[in-house]
């Protein structure tokens, strides 16, 4: 079975910045996308970054100049780098894996973890 593990959330002050990792667990043979997504009380989960495994990454415009993706495929570990973050960055954080190959199985096509909170103080 194939597991999202977040790491690296918690409360910071405005300004600030955060690093959160995902690593992907489980008999994982290849990956073709990871990406991050976010969820604030009372609004629909949005997208924030992703980035795919040739190495094209991809942001809302609104996020471009603050947030940045990178991914480890030998560690099938994806990091977001979030600077001079704001109060309206509060959200739970929601790592997410695209077409997840594993041997002698139909592929995921879409595999979720668990959620970091992210918490920004004015």
């Known amino acids: 079975q194939v597991q999202l593990v977040e790491s690296g959330g918690g409360s910071v002050q405005a300004g600030g910045s955060l690093r959160l990792s995902c690593a992907a667990s489980g008999s994982i043979s290849f990956i073709n996308a990871m990406g991050w997504y976010r969820q604030s009380p009372g609004n629909q989960r949005e997208w924030v970054a992703s980035g795919v495994s040739g190495g094209a990454t991809n942001y809302p415009d609104s996020l471009r100049d603050r947030f940045t993706i990178s991914k480890d495929n030998a560690k099938n570990t994806v990091y977001l780098q979030m600077n001079n973050l704001k109060p309206e960055d509060t959200a739970v954080y929601y790592c997410?894996?695209?077409?997840?190959?594993?041997?002698?199985?139909?592929?995921?096509?879409?595999?979720w973890g668990q959620g970091t909170l992210v918490t920004v103080s004015s």
């Open positions: 997410n894996a695209k077409d997840v190959w594993v041997p002698g199985k139909p592929r995921y096509l879409e595999v």
